[in-house]
Nanobody, 120 residues
Framework: QVQLQESGPGLAKPSQTLSLTCTVSGGSITTDSYYWNWIRQPPGKGLEWMGAISYSGATYYSPSLKSRTTISRDTSTNQFTLQLSSVTPEDTAVYYC????????????WGPGTQVTVSS
């Protein structure tokens, strides 16, 4: 059973770059046909897909966040990371790392989520 765990600072200041890491256990991030996503949920709002990195290392971003988002991976540690630049209080949210399967597009494994607050 694959498990995902987010880590990173819970507080960021406006204009800073937020960096979060997802550590994956019980499965490899290079396993064929699986994608590794970042999804967030601002307080009182729905889930927002931010982007993903595929098993082969290809990246995909939400058009609304593409200019500020970078997703990368380290296959030696089985981790993938999210960098979000120029954060504002509107980026305050619970951030989740999530696995999805290419053929069904199901988000089938979720990390517990990590709260990030952007405030001066």
């Amino acid at each position: 059973q694959v498990q995902l765990q987010e880590s990173g600072p819970g507080l960021a200041k406006p204009s800073q770059t937020l960096s979060l890491t997802c550590t994956v256990s019980g499965g490899s991030i290079t396993t064929d046909s699986y994608y590794w996503n970042w999804i967030r949920q601002p307080p009182g709002k729905g889930l927002e897909w931010m982007g993903a990195i595929s098993y082969s290392g290809a990246t995909y971003y939400s058009p609304s966040l593409k200019s500020r988002t970078t997703i990368s991976r380290d296959t030696s540690t089985n981790q993938f990371t999210l960098q979000l630049s120029s954060v504002t209080p509107e980026d305050t949210a619970v951030y989740y790392c999530v696995r999805s399967y290419y053929y069904t597009r199901d988000f089938d494994s979720w990390g517990p989520g990590t709260q990030v607050t952007v405030s001066s």
